[in-house]
């Protein structure tokens, strides 16, 4: 299992900045190892990121997202005490859900 996404809420009113750090090797499949063999492919897939409950976006990633993905982005509406989840799952068919509340200004 990968370890935990480091997720950094930065409320601002009523939106917040969210900043995700996602640890995953995120392999494209076209590099080779030190005998010349192919290293197979490992990338996240699917994310959804969900704001109590509910998603707010989706996104459907390849082979070009760098190793340990760093995401920001813009959520509107959020107040004190909202529950964020980052969900992923990978080509492997590992998945995995991080959370974190938004905090008060």
Same mark, same amino acid.
């Given at each position: 299992?990968?370890?935990?996404?480091?997720?950094?809420?930065?409320?601002? *009113?009523?939106?917040?900045?969210?900043?995700?750090?996602?640890?995953?090797?995120?392999?494209? *499949?076209?590099?080779?190892?030190?005998?010349?063999?192919?290293?197979?492919?490992?990338?996240?897939?699917?994310?959804?990121?969900?704001?109590? *409950?509910?998603?707010?976006?989706?996104?459907?990633?390849?082979?070009?997202?760098?190793?340990?993905?760093?995401?920001?982005?813009?959520?509107?509406?959020?107040?004190?005490?909202?529950?964020?989840?980052?969900?992923?799952?990978?080509?492997?068919?590992?998945?995995?859900?991080?959370?974190?509340?938004?905090?008060?200004?």
């Amino acid at each position: 299992m990968s370890e935990a996404s480091r997720i950094r809420i930065v409320p601002a *009113g009523n939106n917040a900045t969210v900043r995700v750090l996602m640890n995953h090797e995120m392999e494209s *499949g076209q590099r080779k190892d030190g005998s010349g063999k192919v290293i197979p492919a490992w990338h996240i897939q699917d994310v959804t990121v969900l704001l109590n *409950g509910k998603p707010v976006i989706t996104a459907e990633w390849g082979t070009a997202v760098s190793k340990n993905p760093f995401w920001q982005f813009v959520l509107k509406g959020t107040k004190a005490g909202d529950k964020l989840a980052i969900q992923w799952k990978d080509n492997r068919g590992d998945t995995r859900t991080d959370e974190a509340t938004v905090a008060s200004i």
